[in-house]
Structure formats: structure tokens, C-alpha cells
């Protein structure tokens, strides 16, 4: 971390995206974290991706519960509005928010602390009721800001810095998030900024509840040995199933690889998510097969990355609701009182 | 023996239904409460219900008063005994000269019935095994028959209830003229082999334009006028049936006409805390929204609502209050939730919540506190009950000003923010505490802030700097000074001649109390009262009080929880707030009230009560 303010100025050569912003236009404030956290990592790959996919800030609302990965979205997107609300929650006021108004990409940032113990309840119902977002759990296996104690992702044997023995089976988020019907799953690794850009990309292009595990470090609490969650454990350990590149729209697409070996998942908004194979047998579209992959990696003490499974047809919270077009923020009492005329009627019904 | 008394009295009287759960008994019940009304004489019924689908006790009590006293009586006149398993207890409950109506398709023991009431026995079971051969109908229409019965032996029209029945099944013949059917067989038995009783229906014309309506339904209509589109709710009685009816009402009247889209969202969420929260999330990015609960849903929602507190964000939360403590009493009513929703949440809290006296009030609470959630940005109570939510009262119709508009509060706009209009999310700009606030994507560089439960600066700035927080919690004090002047006033009631009693009362309450009154006063004791409909009280409640040698506070609740809220806001001599509370579970009752507070006065005096013992 630094006290240092970051100068406002910006160099005038800094190359602009579509929508006619720098790369430090998705800035926000200086991170508090401590040097070298991942999540600050993290920050920097949302940066990217939306700098890179032409978002305008202030339409993105980032919203997170209580944590250290919690309190990034005041280091990211500096012109979006942010909702630091309470421990666990950040689900259920995403949500409201997103019904509110459905024109805005809605980014929910937690923890493991937050996201698989003590809202680990809003998580699975968020996901159930296909909220469009995406859902970023920035997963170190420990509670940070209250130094060091094991949280419910820590792996069943993985020894904390102070020496105490994990006896509890961990919880597999992106296996979680598969059951439960997420309509894009991944999985990355703080520690590959070249990955996680791309998966952070195609859950921005991706309608319907994105979800995103991100193992995170924390290099104050759980990077020793004996960690399964520390940057030299993960490097290890990282089975990467597949290379994802997220072209905006189909006829951009040029190199061609050996049949095969890539995937290619149109969106529905036109954009092409083109994933290249590194597991042979890897088929991102199957919810089974992915859940079937994801536990036999976890089985063999390894931590498989990539986009683990996407349905791209999927719909969102609002098609499930059948909502309007309009967002709900914007109707005003002529769209939304019926008036004394009806209410005459009521009346008259009640007598 | 010699014959029992026989009670005579018409257009005033209690009749009370004993039936099983689950039986179909409901709508036969509420069939008869209705065709009285339709005679123009006012009724008032209460479900006694237990929290179970099938099978234990349930009761239904009609106070018929052509007076229009719609409280609780107290005591029964007419017992429709359906059910064995209550017998014992119902039959006590009888006034001397009562009478008992009964199913003697079995005979019973002398021992069983009691000498000073007049006993009525009809083969219901006997007629309906005889007519129909399906044995779901032989049960169901037994509710319909007594119905008839009772009609010949009150002197109610038949033509009234033949009506109903027909607006009841408009679209369903067969079951139309089953239920007919039903209801003549009932009549014609009674008609051929027992006597009116003295008590008697007669046709009046005391009821005029008012609505017959559950509260709950009534404040989801007001949910639906005030513009809410967003209701996120957990099932819980008594309040379930609010959400419901939102949603039904949103089917009808909340579509897009060209594109048949729905205006409105309904999340049925995973707990209380779920439900509130994504009000927040709604309210925070501009929309209305609410959730229905009742006592432990509060409690489950008291960290968001310090939260919405705090970062002031509005949200409306309707608490249909049931009997707590815990569990408590789920099905039965009581006012003891104020001081839970009036500090909830850790911290220095305080809330604002409105008291609805009956339906009328429910639609247009619900409605206000949609628009003050976003004028004080801040979370609104409306605190019903079981008794006004979920029994039909009647009540003045509903009525809505088509000019008027949603206020949406202090919202800065893109326009005022590109031309340079200063932004401090928690700037007190105007004095009277209340900050503006902007919805997020509003522009492109101006008015985005970062909401959070931690403090903070005036410009949104994570600050832990003590005049910093003094500086915010001072302002939030002056939003709740501001409240006082935007919430319903009390409405005051002097009596004709000077007296030193007054009386502070407020929601399901209401009804008693006006009866309670009238009889204290006949009786040489005038009050005046006071109904609050607010917290934050205004200034004039506490000069109500000084002005007033003796003050009586009417609550349902064991702690007398409105006066503490009193004595605690007013810095009040507590001898000054007599607290006169019922918190059986029951309504309160004119009967207990009148009671209570003649002999709490003081010079102490034991005054006679009129009328029945309760």
C-alpha cells in the first residue's frame, strides 16, 4: 500500500478506448491493501477488461459486503457509483439494484469470508434467480482484516500462519456455482493477469448470473507453506483447461486455429467468446461434464482454471420476470398509479 | 326447570361461530357477516385462528351494531357451535339468556348444555348425509345450511344472501345453485321447526358508502398507488397475505398495455434479510420498494435497516404486527413491536413509523411512506396489526388525487450536476438535514459516490475524524426533527365539557377506544383523546400531556411501549402517562378499557358499568 495520492493528471498520449477514455479513467482511489495482495491484482484486471470492452464507468454500479476484497470497489472504476453494504449481503441489494434498473452492468465484488460462510445463503439464491452480473469472489481461504482466522473455502489439512491445523472440508465455490445453475462459471488465479482479463471480459458480455473464483493470495495470512491458497501453491497446482479470448463480434475473427482445438460461444449479444483447449477433453457447454471436472481436479489436490462453463442462451432475472423495457427507476405515477378512476372500481367491489 | 331468559335485542348483538380449521366454515362465515351489511347494518368480524392449515379450533366473531361500533365486545349472544372439541369452553362464554345452535344429528348429555341459555338444535349432519352422497359436499354445505338456518331465525332476507352467493360463483353455475340449494334446505328446515330468536337482523340504513376490507389488502393497494415497483417479501403471518395481494393487484393494474410487461418485480426471497436487502439495493438505485412483515422478520432485518439508517436510503417496511415475544403468538394480535422498529438496529437509531387505525388508513400509509422514504431518505415503518390486517373492517372508501405526483425527494439530476451545482452526498444544503443524492449512471464525471455503512466525510469520503461524525449524526438528528412536520398529525378529539383525563391511543386500538368513550362519558366521565398516527410525535403531543392532569396511554403490548417512547422523547414525568394495556393476544376491548381507565382515576372511585358483564 502507499499513502501517496495518485496525480489526476493524465499523460495526453495515453491511448483512448471507443467510448474516448484512458486506461486510468477506470481508476479509482489508492488501495489500502497490504503490498503484493492479490486483490489488487484483481482491481487492475477489471480495470483492463473494462477499459478494453469500451464500458463507460458511470454506467457499471459495483456493489461488495465487508471484507478486504470488499473494500476494493473504491480502488477500481472511480466514476461508478459503489455500495460497500453489509457482511454477506451484497447479493440480496445487487439484486434490488439490478431490478431497479436493469440498463446498468451491475459488478458484485466479495470474499470468501463474505461469499462461503456468512452470506454463503444470498450467494446460492443470487445465483438461482439468474441476476445478471458478475459476481467476482476474491478467494484467499482466510479472513484478512481480522488477521489470519480460517474461512470455509481453507482446504481440510491446509495449516494457517500461526500454526492451527484446518480440520473442516472446504467449500468449492465454482463447483457450487455450477450446481446451482450459473450461467457462466470460472475460474482464475490473481496471480495470471492474461487469464483472468478474458474471464472477467466474457462474464462482462455475458447475460445472466456470471460467476468468477478468483484465488487471491494473501501475503499477510495465508502465503506460507502449508497454505493450499499461497501464489506458490496455486502455480503449482493450476490445472488451466482452456485459453479464453472474447472477440466483440463475430466477423472480427481472423486467426484460425486447427479444428478442434477451439470452441467458439456466440453470445447474445453478437460477441464471440473462442476458447482455446488445453484439456483435450474439455467441453465448456456441458454442466455436468464441467461439475464432473471441477471435482476430480479438487479431488487430486489441484485447482482447475479457465472458463469452467458457459450457456450462452441463458436468460436473466428480468426475462424470468417479465419485466419491462423501461427501467423501473425512470416510470413515474402515470406508468405507475392507476388513478381514482380504478380506484372507484375497488371501492365499489368491497361494498 | 324452568325456561331460560331469552335475550332480545336487534341489530346489536355478538355472534360467534366455533368451527375446525379447514372445514370450508370461512366463506360460509363470511357470507352470513356480509348479507348483514348489506341489510345497512354494520358488522365487525374477527377470525380467531391457530397457526395450522387442518384440524384445531377456529373461530369467527360478528359483532352486529347498528351504532357502528366495530371494537370487540366482549361476550357472546348466539353461539354456532361446530365444534366438539371447544364445546366446554365456547358454551361458558355464552351470556345467561344466550343461545346455543348445535348439530343434534347425535344426542348429547343433559350435562352438557347449560340451563340459562336456550338451546337450538339442528341435524345438519342428519340433513346433508341424506342429501348429497359425495363427501366432500356433505361437509361443505353443512356451513352453508346453518347459514340458512340462521337466516329464518334472525330474520334476515334470504334474497341478500341469495345475491351474494351469486356474485360469489358469477362464473361458476354449478356451484351457484348447489350453494342456493344448500341455503334454502337450511332455511325451509329452520323455518318449519324453530322460532325466530329475540335476537333480530332488521334491514337500517347505517352503513352508507363505506368499503368492507382487510387491512392488508388494503395497504398492498396503497403499495401499488404509491408507486412501489420493487416488493421483495419472506411468508410470514400476518402478513403474507399483503405481498399477495400486491402481486395480484400488479397482474391487473401494473402491465404495459402495448407490450404486456410487467411494471413491477416481485421476489418472494430466501429469508427477511434477503427481502430487505434487496429493497435497499432498489431504493439506493432510484426505484420504490417495500417489504411485508410482521415482528421476527424485524428482527431479523435490524442490521440493514441500521444501514439503510445510516447511509440514508429509503425503503418501506410494512410490520403487521403480531404477538411476540420469539414465535409468540403468530396468529394473534398485539401492538409490541414499536420500540424494536422505533431504535432497531445498533447504534444511536431512530425511525420513523406511522400507526394506520384501520383499512383506510393502511392504503394511505402505505402510500406515504412511500413518498416520505424518499423525502427523509431513510427507512419508514407502517406498523398494523393482525386485527386491522387480516379481518375485514369496515371503513371510509379509498381515495386518490389523480394530480397527485410521486415525490421522489432531493434527487440531483444530470442537468444540475453538468452545470456545476455542488455535490456533497451528505451535505446538509437546505438545513433541514436532508442531503441530496443522485442515482447511479446519472453522468459521466459528476455526482458518483461511494455508499457505505462506515463513516464519512459530507462529500461521501471514508472519515473515521470525529467532527466528521458528529457533524452527520447531528444532521441525521435534524432529518428526524424535519419528519415531525411531514408525518400524519395525531388527530386530537375535546370532550364538550373541560376535563383533566385525556387519553393517548393509536391503530387497532381506535374502534374500542371511540366506544370506550362515549360509555365513560355517559357515565359522568368525559375524556379528551388524542389518536397518534406518527413517531417522531409532534411538539403537540407533549402539551397534550401538560394540559392534562391525568393521561391514560391505551396500548396492546405488556411494557406500555408507546409510553416509554414518551416519557423517553419528552423527557415526561412518568406519573403523568398512566398505562392502561391488554395484550392477551385478543382485540382490546370498549368493555376493558372503560374499565381500566374508570378506575384508575384519580380521586379513585369504583364506577358501575353499564351493560353486560364482558
Redesign the interface.
Known amino acids: 500500500m502507499t499513502y501517496l495520492a495518485k496525480p489526476k493528471l493524465h499523460h495526453p498520449s495515453l491511448t483512448r478506448n471507443a467510448v474516448g477514455y484512458t486506461r486510468r479513467d477506470y481508476e479509482g482511489k489508492v488501495s489500502t491493501l497490504c503490498a503484493g495482495c492479490g486483490h489488487d491484482s484483481i482491481s487492475a484486471a477489471i480495470v483492463q477488461a473494462c477499459w478494453e470492452l469500451d464500458v463507460e464507468p458511470h454506467r457499471v454500479a459495483k456493489l461488495s459486503g465487508i471484507g478486504c476484497s470488499s473494500k476494493t470497489p473504491d480502488y477500481f472504476l472511480g466514476q461508478s457509483h459503489g455500495f460497500n453494504t453489509v457482511h454477506g449481503r451484497m447479493p440480496s441489494v445487487l439484486t434490488g439494484a439490478n431490478l431497479a434498473n436493469r440498463d446498468l452492468l451491475y459488478m458484485g465484488v466479495s470474499g470468501d469470508g463474505d461469499s462461503a460462510s456468512i452470506g454463503i445463503g444470498q450467494l446460492v439464491h443470487v445465483i438461482r434467480r439468474g441476476v445478471a452480473m458478475v459476481y467476482i469472489v476474491e478467494n484467499n481461504g482466510v479472513y484478512g482484516l481480522t488477521k489470519g482466522q480460517f474461512s470455509a473455502t481453507a482446504d481440510a489439512g491446509s495449516v494457517s500462519k500461526k500454526g492451527i491445523k484446518n480440520a473442516d472440508e472446504p467449500i468449492n465455490l465454482a463447483a457450487l456455482a455450477l450446481q446451482l445453475g450459473a450461467t457462466y462459471v470460472a475460474r482464475g488465479f490473481s496471480g495470471d493477469k492474461q487469464q483472468l482479463v478474458p474471464l472477467i471480459k466474457g462474464a462482462i458480455r455475458h447475460r445472466g448470473a456470471a460467476f468468477i473464483d478468483v484465488i487471491s493470495p494473501c501475503v499477510a495470512f495465508n502465503n506460507h507453506a502449508g497454505s493450499t491458497k499461497s501464489y506458490e501453491y496455486v502455480r503449482e497446482h493450476n490445472e488451466v483447461v482452456n485459453r479464453l479470448d472474447v472477440i466483440p463480434c463475430k466477423s472480427e475473427i481472423t486467426v484460425q486455429y486447427p479444428e478442434g482445438s477451439v470452441v467458439d460461444v456466440e453470445q447474445h449479444d453478437g460477441s464471440v467468446l473462442r476458447l482455446r483447449k488445453l484439456a483435450a477433453d474439455y467441453e465448456p457447454t456441458d454442466r455436468i461434464a464441467a461439475l464432473n471436472h471441477v471435482l476430480a481436479h479438487e479431488a487430486r489436490g489441484e485447482v482447475a482454471t479457465g472458463l469452467l462453463f458457459v450457456d450462452a442462451g441463458a436468460g436473466d432475472l428480468h426475462e424470468h420476470l417479465n419485466t419491462v423495457a423501461t427501467p423501473f427507476n425512470r416510470l413515474g405515477a402515470r406508468e405507475l398509479c392507476p388513478g381514482s378512476a380504478i380506484l372507484d372500481r375497488i371501492n365499489a367491489s368491497m361494498r | 326447570m324452568s325456561a331460560p331468559a331469552s335475550l332480545a335485542a336487534v341489530n346489536d348483538f355478538v355472534v360467534k361461530f366455533a368451527n375446525v380449521n379447514g372445514s370450508g366454515s370461512a366463506s360460509a362465515n363470511e357470507l352470513f357477516a356480509k348479507s348483514i351489511l348489506r341489510m345497512g347494518v354494520p358488522v365487525s368480524p374477527r377470525n380467531i385462528f391457530p397457526s395450522n392449515i387442518q384440524g384445531l379450533p377456529t373461530w369467527y366473531e360478528v359483532r352486529v351494531s347498528e351504532k357502528g361500533w366495530l371494537g370487540r365486545r366482549g361476550g357472546v349472544d348466539l353461539l354456532v357451535q361446530m365444534n366438539p372439541q371447544t364445546w366446554a369452553e365456547d358454551v361458558v362464554e355464552l351470556a345467561p339468556g344466550g343461545y346455543l345452535f348445535y348439530d343434534n344429528s347425535k344426542p348429547l348429555p343433559l350435562s352438557r348444555f347449560r340451563p340459562d341459555v336456550n338451546i337450538l338444535g339442528m341435524p345438519l349432519t342428519e340433513i346433508c348425509n341424506r342429501t348429497y352422497s359425495d363427501p366432500r359436499q356433505r361437509q361443505l354445505f353443512k356451513n352453508i345450511l346453518y347459514v340458512g338456518g340462521l337466516a329464518w331465525l334472525l330474520g334476515m332476507e334470504l334474497p341478500v344472501l341469495e345475491k351474494l352467493i351469486g356474485e360469489q360463483y358469477k362464473s361458476k353455475e354449478k356451484l351457484l345453485a348447489a350453494n342456493i340449494k344448500a341455503l334454502n334446505l337450511g332455511y325451509e328446515w329452520s323455518r318449519e321447526n324453530l322460532e325466530p330468536l329475540g335476537l333480530q337482523v332488521r334491514r337500517a340504513d347505517a352503513v352508507g ?5 382487510e387491512g392488508n389488502t388494503a395497504a398492498a ?1 396503497g403499495c ?7 416488493c ?1 417479501w419472506y411468508p410470514i403471518t400476518p402478513s403474507s397475505s399483503l405481498a399477495e395481494a400486491f402481486q395480484t393487484y400488479c397482474k391487473k ?2 402491465v ?1 398495455p402495448e ?9 418472494q ?3 427477511e ?17 417495500f417489504t411485508a412483515t410482521s415482528g421476527p422478520g424485524v428482527s431479523l432485518m435490524t ?2 435497516i441500521g ?1 439503510a439508517y445510516f447511509a440514508e436510503i429509503p425503503v418501506t417496511i410494512i410490520d403487521v404486527q403480531r404477538g411476540g415475544p420469539s414465535t409468540g403468538m403468530p396468529t394473534r394480535t398485539q401492538q409490541a413491536d414499536l420500540l424494536s422498529c422505533a431504535y432497531a438496529s445498533h447504534g444511536d437509531t431512530k425511525h420513523v413509523l406511522l400507526f394506520p387505525e384501520d383499512p383506510t388508513e393502511c392504503f394511505e400509509f402505505a402510500a406515504t411512506a412511500l413518498d416520505l422514504a424518499d423525502r427523509l431518505q431513510t427507512p419508514i415503518f407502517v406498523m398494523t396489526d393482525l386485527d386491522i390486517g387480516m379481518n375485514q373492517r369496515l371503513c371510509a ?6 394530480a ?3 415525490d421522489r425527494g432531493k434527487v440531483m439530476t444530470a442537468e444540475e450536476l453538468e452545470a456545476g451545482r455542488d455535490f456533497g452526498r451528505y451535505l446538509d444544503v437546505d438545513g433541514d438535514g436532508i442531503p441530496y443524492r ?8 459528476r455526482g ?7 463513516t464519512r466525510d459530507a462529500y461521501a469520503r ?1 472519515s473515521e475524524k470525529g467532527p466528521d461524525y458528529v457533524y452527520n449524526v447531528q444532521r441525521l438528528l435534524r432529518k428526524f426533527e424535519t419528519a415531525k412536520s411531514l408525518v400524519p398529525a395525531p388527530v386530537v378529539q375535546q370532550s364538550d365539557e373541560k376535563t383533566p383525563y385525556g387519553v393517548l391511543y393509536y391503530g387497532s386500538t381506535s374502534p374500542a377506544m371511540a366506544e370506550a368513550v362515549e360509555e365513560l362519558d355517559a357515565h359522568g366521565k368525559p375524556l379528551d383523546t388524542m389518536r397518534l398516527r406518527a413517531f417522531p410525535f409532534p411538539l403537540g403531543v407533549r402539551e397534550f400531556v401538560l394540559s392534562h392532569e391525568q393521561v391514560f396511554v391505551v396500548e396492546q403490548n405488556r411494557d406500555g411501549q408507546l409510553r416509554s417512547m414518551l416519557i423517553n422523547e419528552f423527557d415526561l414525568d412518568p406519573a403523568r402517562v398512566v398505562a392502561v394495556l391488554h395484550y392477551d393476544g385478543t382485540p382490546i376491548t370498549a368493555r376493558f378499557i372503560a374499565d381500566a381507565i374508570a378506575s384508575r382515576m384519580k380521586p379513585v372511585r369504583v364506577m358501575p358499568l353499564a351493560g353486560r358483564a364482558a
Open positions: 358508502d363505506r368499503i368492507f376490507m393497494l401499488v398507488y404509491g408507486g412501489a415497483s420493487v421483495a393494474l401494473r404495459e407490450t404486456g410487461r410487467n411494471r413491477y418485480a416481485v421476489i426471497a430466501e429469508d434479510i434477503a427481502s430487505i436487502g434487496v429493497c435497499l439495493g432498489a431504493g439506493w438505485n432510484g426505484a420504490r420498494a442490521e440493514f444501514l372508501p379509498m381515495k386518490w388525487d389523480d397527485r405526483e410521486l443522485t442515482y447511479p449512471g446519472t453522468h459521466p464525471t458518483s459516490f461511494f455508499t457505505r455503512g462506515t471514508y
